[in-house]
């Protein structure tokens, strides 16, 4: 019986490994402090976490705007491209047009600016012309009308002739002599084939008996290059 009374004593005995459990929970007991605790909830590591996030946010709002902007560059740069080419265009229709009608005007295609030989040529075969036709005698009346058929053309003639036969009369019957001399003959318009000129004349009358009497004349002068020669289509007195 004690034999077995001492086994029932050491098994009562406190074991070793059995106090090893509030050891372990004695390590435990350090987060019981509210240091850490409130340190965390006063918000004392916050403060730079919160500072971090807003930085964080700042950086990925300028990131934003950044790539916000981004797009809108190029498409401004494209449309301001558009418009430029647009009016690039526009512009260059413009230009082109106004050159047309500038290498069209009356200015550009007058010859008497720019070529002396044919202004020179055409002046010089119609002053003959008109000095030859209102030129005539009492017994070279039909050699003027034959002169004038040579020179003269269209309306100009046509005029030339309902006229001549009163003068034709006239300066057999009064023995009537015209002289005409061209005093100056300046070119105001001159193309590939027609000229407009401004004749200014001296014309001495002689009556047999009489005194000669001087005049003066202005005429509008419209010819035509006809067969290789200037031939004068219409007459206007000015």
Same mark, same amino acid.
């Given at each position: 019986?004690?034999?077995?009374?001492?086994?029932?004593?050491?098994?009562? $005995?406190?074991?070793? @490994?059995? /106090? #090893?459990?509030?050891?372990? &929970? *004695? !390590?435990?007991?350090?987060? %019981?402090? $509210?240091?850490?605790? @409130?340190? /965390? #909830?006063?918000?004392?590591? &916050? *403060? !730079?976490?919160?500072?971090? %996030?807003?930085?964080?946010?700042? @950086?990925? /709002? #300028?990131?934003?705007?950044?790539?916000?902007?981004?797009?809108?560059?190029?498409?401004?740069?494209?449309?301001?491209?558009?418009?430029?080419?647009?009016?690039?265009?526009?512009?260059?229709?413009?230009?082109?047009?106004?050159?047309?009608?500038?290498?069209?005007?009356?200015?550009?295609?007058?010859?008497?600016?720019?070529?002396?030989?044919?202004?020179?040529?055409?002046?010089?075969?119609?002053?003959?012309?008109?000095?030859?036709?209102?030129?005539?005698?009492?017994?070279?009346?039909?050699?003027?009308?034959?002169?004038?058929?040579?020179?003269?053309?269209?309306?100009?003639?046509?005029?030339?002739?309902?006229?001549?036969?009163?003068?034709?009369?006239?300066?057999?019957?009064?023995?009537?002599?015209?002289?005409?001399?061209?005093?100056?003959?300046?070119?105001?318009?001159?193309?590939?084939?027609?000229?407009?000129?401004?004749?200014?004349?001296?014309?001495?009358?002689?009556?047999?008996?009489?005194?000669?009497?001087?005049?003066?004349?202005?005429?509008?002068?419209?010819?035509?290059?006809?067969?290789?020669?200037?031939?004068?289509?219409?007459?206007?007195?000015?």
């Amino acid at each position: 019986m004690k034999r077995t009374a001492a086994t029932t004593v050491t098994d009562t $005995s406190p074991d070793p @490994e059995t /106090e #090893e459990v509030p050891q372990t &929970e *004695e !390590p435990r007991e350090p987060r %019981e402090p $509210s240091e850490s605790e @409130e340190s /965390e #909830e006063s918000g004392g590591h &916050e *403060e !730079p976490h919160g500072d971090g %996030e807003d930085a964080g946010n700042g @950086e990925t /709002e #300028e990131a934003t705007g950044t790539t916000g902007a981004s797009p809108r560059r190029p498409r401004w740069l494209r449309v301001l491209a558009g418009v430029l080419t647009v009016a690039l265009l526009a512009t260059g229709a413009t230009l082109f047009v106004k050159g047309q009608r500038l290498r069209d005007t009356p200015a550009t295609s007058n010859h008497a600016l720019t070529d002396t030989e044919a202004t020179d040529r055409v002046t010089g075969e119609v002053g003959s012309a008109l000095s030859k036709v209102f030129s005539y005698g009492p017994r070279s009346t039909a050699a003027t009308k034959e002169t004038a058929k040579r020179v003269l053309a269209g309306k100009a003639l046509q005029q030339y002739a309902a006229l001549y036969g009163q003068v034709e009369k006239q300066a057999a019957d009064q023995k009537l002599t015209l002289t005409t001399q061209v005093v100056h003959a300046g070119v105001t318009r001159l193309g590939t084939g027609s000229a407009h000129l401004l004749v200014f004349l001296d014309q001495v009358y002689e009556r047999e008996g009489k005194a000669a009497t001087t005049a003066a004349a202005q005429l509008s002068v419209t010819a035509e290059l006809r067969g290789g020669r200037w031939v004068v289509v219409e007459i206007t007195s000015r």
